[in-house]
C-alpha cells in the first residue's frame, strides 16, 4: 500500500522555523519526484516546493523563496521541507505528495 506519512507541524511565532518531515512506503521512493503543497482556509491548494528524483533539481513557489528548503533522503525514503523567518501568511495544512499518492497533511500555524 503506498502511503506518504507528515510530521513535524505545530504552532510557531513569526520569525520562527520549523521542519516538516515526510516519510514514504509502498513504492520506490528514489524514482519519484517530490512535492510539498498547502492549503490554507478558503483557499485553493497550492505548490510550495519541488525535487527531482536525485534531490539535484528544486524550484519553489515564489512566496517561498529563500525561506523554504526542499531535500530528500531516498536512503530513509523521507522528503523535507525547511521552513525559516515564518510568516502568519504561511499557516496552512502542509501536504506531501508523490505523483501517485497525497499525505494526510500537517498543520502549520504562525501566531503571535
Known amino acids: 500500500q503506498m502511503q506518504l506519512v507528515e510530521s513535524g507541524g505545530g504552532l510557531v511565532q513569526p520569525g520562527g522555523s520549523l521542519r516538516l518531515s515526510c516519510v514514504a512506503s509502498?513504492?520506490?521512493?528514489?524514482?519519484?519526484?517530490m512535492s510539498w503543497h498547502r492549503q490554507a482556509p478558503g483557499k485553493e491548494r497550492e505548490l510550495v516546493a519541488v525535487?527531482?528524483?536525485?534531490?539535484?533539481?528544486?524550484n519553489y513557489a515564489d512566496s517561498v523563496k529563500g525561506r523554504f528548503t526542499i531535500s530528500r533522503d531516498n536512503a530513509k525514503n523521507t522528503v523535507y521541507l525547511q521552513m525559516n523567518s515564518l510568516k502568519p501568511e504561511d499557516t496552512a495544512v502542509y501536504y506531501c505528495?508523490?505523483?501517485?499518492?497525497w499525505g494526510q497533511g500537517t498543520q502549520v500555524t504562525v501566531s503571535a
Open positions: 505528495k508523490a505523483p501517485m499518492v
Open positions: 509502498g513504492f520506490t521512493f528514489r524514482a519519484y519526484v
Open positions: 525535487i527531482n528524483s536525485g534531490g539535484g533539481t528544486t
